[in-house]
């Protein structure tokens, strides 16, 4: 789960790590209400959504006056902004972070991310501030520190002093650091947060360090026991469809071809999208149903799939292992008692309970067009979904 | 022969009196597993499908001598339930949880590093070797015994892997599902080295799906190491960038772990790549035939 820069920073507060002064403003009149409370020389207005590139895109406005807050909240609030992260359709603006402006000396990166290599956290940092992490990754590797985090003991201070001098650091600066850097492992700890970055970590002319960015990401497995992560959450950042099958424990992600999937296990899914492409066809979306999948699970699944109007026809395709066919069959027959299908059905059903699956959709009123193998059902929904109807 | 499991092979349940647990080792017990326990605090000294069920994992591998176990408990209590495992000593440790938190496994996986007990998953269909010993939640009947070895990050492409080989008459040595998550026990070169070493096993297929680079450090193994032809299959071709595809470890990030550089690098390591997911077995078929 992501969160909004300006809810990071709420985190670093309460966990010790140096934040400029800030707001959050939902209006015009709240972000120049904010900016005359801050009495600082000029103040950031920052968009707040969930992407990155903000800046690069026109997100992010430096004000030397109340009247520009003014201005460039106008501008910002509602407008839709298409950063390298968006995709072409963008992310309106609901959010504005107003805040102090500070003198930078240096920047720097700061990260500490899940290394799946070695199944610890890695601490990363960099003295290439304020670029983007992944290309300084790719062309100067030598840039970045790393330090690999022994779950046993945590981020040690010797780790923090390493990073510090790596990072060339000033003397009452390295030791702020060391504290900083333990601070934001704590938090990444208790928080079951997946990746936490500072992008950039500033210095002042006084040497104090202070987080000028947030991004945090959480895991979603752990939700269910962090209840204050949950309160961040701001479903309008998300895709409307996706959401809601989130609520009935499906996994969905929207794409843009035409044939709706319905699949059991993520590696099928996947592997179902890829057959329809290698057949021509397109797949709408990537649909998990999972294990544990009841039959009402099955039919919002199918009612979702159709809701989707460029589906022109619909691809099921099941092998039962923990999720049985019969399951699935009776979901597909009660999701056809409420919603009108008037595009093409192939089904395929293989695995636990298949007889008693293909019983019930025999039995039943549904129009199907049985597959007897993942390749027969591809091909003959793309069939379908191609010929004139 | 075969890898991990076998005739000998003493299973305990752990949480065997959740409708899953008890619906899969009824399942289980059909297909002729030896299951001598299961374990559910608070339901010691009840039986399930004839299981007599333990407090704790010391108790029943104490009383039953049981040498695997298999977890189906809830993903918040999972990791607790493979360090009790790891604790009582037990050999072979395979979760068929998913959603377990990563910071979870992370201490899991420290735990684990000086002991003796291997963990296969989570978050994976467990691990058969067909008319010995079935463990998990796979479908029993599609599978054959014979000298194909089976490693894969996705349970449902397993089973489809391995219908195909049984359709084309090629049996199994043993199938190996070692799970979706970013974080988990048994990797791809491990069982490789499994299969490597067992007489019985004379190919392999191994497939694998986007995000990490598990694949392509197996592939770099395979190109030093392997003696026997391997097949294989990426799913997640069509994948978009930055979307986690339902396994909490398939994700492509940072331009990191597409399906294109790990057949790229798995084809320059010798493997034979099947173009679709509905031709694995041919493309091993094809592959032992040469």
Known sequence: ?389 | MSIYVNRETKLVVQGITGATAKFHTKLMKEYGTNIVAGVTPGKGGETVEGVPVFNTMREAVKKTGANASVIYVPPGLAADGILEAAESKIGLVICITEHIPIGDMINVKRYLEDKETILIGPNCPGVITPDECKIGIMPGYIHRKGHIGVVSRSGTLTYEAVHQLSELGMGQSTAVGIGGDPVNGTSFIDVLKGFNEDPDTHGVIMIGEIGGTQEEEAAEWVKENMKKPVAGFISGVTAPPGKRMGHAGAIISGGKGTAEEKIKVMKAAGIAIADTPSTMGKTMAELMNK
């Open chain 1, 1 to 389: 789960m992501n969160i909004h820069e300006y809810q990071g920073k709420e985190l670093f507060r309460a966990y010790g790590v140096p934040v400029p002064r800030g707001h959050v403003a939902f209006s015009i009149e709240e972000a120049v209400s904010h900016a005359k409370e801050l009495d600082s020389n000029i103040a950031a207005v920052k968009a707040q959504i969930h992407a990155g590139g903000r800046g690069k895109a026109g997100g992010v406005k430096i004000a030397k006056t109340h009247e520009e807050v003014r201005t460039y909240a106008k501008e910002l609030l509602g407008k839709t902004l298409v950063t390298h992260q968006t995709g072409e359709e963008g992310q309106v603006i609901q959010r504005l972070l107003i805040e102090e402006g500070v003198d930078i000396e240096r920047e720097y990166y700061i990260g500490l991310v899940l290394n799946r290599e070695t199944g610890r956290v890695s601490f990363m940092a960099s003295k290439e501030g304020g670029m983007d992490i992944e290309e300084v990754a790719e062309n100067t590797p030598e840039k970045i520190l790393y330090e690999e985090i022994d779950p046993l003991v945590g981020l040690t201070a010797f780790q923090g002093r390493r990073i510090a001098y790596g990072l060339g650091l000033p003397k009452k600066a390295a030791k702020q650091g060391v504290e900083l850097f333990q601070k934001l492992y704590k938090l990444y700890l208790q928080t079951d947060a997946s990746i936490i970055e500072i992008n950039p970590l500033i210095i002042t002319r006084e040497e104090k360090l202070i987080a000028l960015d947030a991004k945090l990401n959480f895991d979603d497995n752990a939700l269910s026991r962090q209840e204050g992560i949950r309160g961040y959450r701001d479903e309008s950042e998300e895709d409307p469809k996706e959401l809601e099958a989130g609520k009935y424990d499906l996994s969905y992600i929207a794409l843009d071809g035409n044939i709706g999937c319905m699949v059991n296990g993520a590696g099928l899914a996947m592997a179902t999208m890829d057959i329809i492409k290698h057949y021509g066809g397109s797949p709408a979306n990537f649909l998990d149903v999972g294990g544990s999948a009841t039959r009402e699970n099955v039919a919002n699944a199918f009612r979702i799939l159709l809701s989707d109007e460029n589906v022109k026809g619909v691809f099921v395709n099941i092998f039962g292992g923990i999720m049985k066919c019969d399951v699935i069959a009776a979901g597909i027959v009660e999701a056809l008692k409420t919603v009108e299908m008037n595009v093409p059905l192939v089904v395929r059903l293989e695995g636990t309970n298949v007889d008693k699956g293909r019983e019930i959709l025999a039995n039943s009123q549904v129009e199907v067009l049985s597959a007897f193998s993942m390749d027969d059902g591809a091909k003959k929904i793309v069939k379908a979904t191609k010929s004139p109807q």
